[in-house]
């Protein structure tokens, strides 16, 4: 059965680097028509997607956070990982890591996050 | 960019079909995914590609989307539906999220 689990610091400081991980097992992360993403969720507000990424390497990224965004994937680990830099208190929410199902093109392409995580809390604060 | 609408609360009475709206330029052209988040918990993908529904969920869930709205129906609405539920779609190489509707059943 697929899991996500997300693992890492519960507590940063402003400026510094927030980085977390998750861990897929149940499936290979080098599966072909899914990328590995993030998705994080500020206290009481709606979801914000951050950015995902192929096996391969090929990543997208959401045009607001993208300066500050690193996701890479580890296949030797069955890993992917998340690193937002130069945090600040807007940046404290709950982080989900999730698979994203992508294929298809023009009108019939799709791209929805069909597992997720349980999700981590991160607090930016001194 | 992009925006998905939502209208911020429903309201249904148990037993009752509960509709929640997803409006955006031209959203029909594209495929439109639902997710259900009751508190303290990870969304859960509910309609997929307009109105696929995943392994698991119960067929009272249904999906629509034409024109520039999307619709999530949830027919014989129960106590357990009470959630946030998120729209979502891709544009220009990025997800967009509606902002989410909170179905209340009572």
């Known amino acids: 059965q697929l899991q996500l689990q997300e693992s890492g610091p519960g507590l940063v400081k402003p400026s510094d680097t927030l980085s977390l991980t998750c861990t897929v097992s149940g499936v290979s992360i080098s599966t072909s028509s899914y990328y590995w993403g993030w998705i994080r969720q500020p206290p009481g507000k709606g979801l914000e997607w951050i950015g995902n990424?192929?096996?391969?390497?090929?990543?997208y990224y959401n045009p607001s956070l993208k300066s500050r965004v690193t996701i890479s994937v580890d296949t030797s680990k069955n890993q992917f990982s998340l690193k937002l830099s130069s945090v600040t208190a807007a940046d404290t929410a709950v982080y989900y890591c999730?698979?994203?199902?992508?294929?298809?093109?023009?009108?019939?392409?799709?791209?929805?996050?069909?597992?997720w995580g349980k999700g981590t809390t991160v607090t930016v604060s001194s | 960019s992009y925006e998905l609408t939502q209208p911020p609360s429903v309201s249904v009475s148990p037993g009752q079909t509960a509709s929640i709206t997803c409006s955006g330029d031209k959203l029909g052209d594209k495929y439109t995914c639902w997710y259900q988040q009751k508190p303290g918990q990870s969304p859960v993908l509910v309609i997929y590609?307009?109105?696929k529904r995943p392994s698991g969920i119960p067929e009272r869930f249904s999906g629509s989307n034409s024109g520039n709205t999307a619709t999530l129906t949830i027919s014989g609405t129960q106590t357990m539906d009470e959630a946030d539920y998120y729209c979502?779609?891709?544009?220009?190489?990025?997800?967009?999220f509606g902002g989410g509707t909170k179905l209340t059943v009572l």
């Open positions: 590609q307009d109105t």
């Open positions: 990424m192929y096996y391969s390497g090929s990543a």
């Open positions: 979502q779609a891709w544009d220009r190489s990025t997800v967009v």
């Open positions: 999730a698979r994203h199902a992508t294929d298809g093109s023009g009108r019939y392409f799709y791209h929805y996050m069909d597992v």
